[in-house]
């Protein structure tokens, strides 16, 4: 069982950043695939950036489309802990974020299904 508690949302204006923060206990965490995804009322739960193990200490990075260039996904495996740098946020980044957990050799960790632990979401506004 891994358990994950997100932190660091809050509100921002548009241009600014915030750095989200994913503290994973339970199991070790280093082998895990780690997503964020987010989610706005009314919506589906939408994927943003995962980063999956690739062997050693070596890991592969993805992003959605609308994040590429102002988001970057990071672990610290000896903290247990995700994050996720968001820069020049836009009003359209107004969401709740969820940090994802989960083992899929082979997976990209782009799917929901690719996960099996998931965090109560943090809030992010940004202002215009």
């Known amino acids: 069982q891994v358990q994950l508690v997100e932190s660091g949302g809050g509100l921002v204006q548009a241009g600014g950043s915030l750095r989200l923060s994913c503290a994973a206990s339970?199991?070790?965490?280093?082998?895990?695939?780690m997503g964020w995804f987010r989610q706005v009322p009314g919506k589906e739960r939408e994927f943003v950036a995962a980063?999956?193990?690739?062997?050693?200490?070596?890991?592969?990075?993805y992003y959605a489309d609308s994040v590429k260039g102002r988001y970057t996904i990071s672990r610290d495996n000896v903290k247990n802990t995700g994050y996720l740098q968001m820069n020049k946020l836009k009003p359209e980044d107004t969401a709740v974020y969820y940090c994802?957990?989960?083992?899929?050799?082979?997976?990209?960790?782009?799917?929901?299904?690719?996960?099996?632990?998931w965090g109560q979401g943090t809030q992010v506004t940004v202002s215009p």
């Open positions: 994802a957990a989960g083992v899929r050799p082979g997976r990209r960790g782009m799917e929901r299904d690719d996960y099996d632990y």
């Open positions: 339970g199991r070790t965490f280093s082998r895990y695939a």
């Open positions: 980063t999956t193990w690739s062997g050693l200490n070596t890991y592969n990075a």
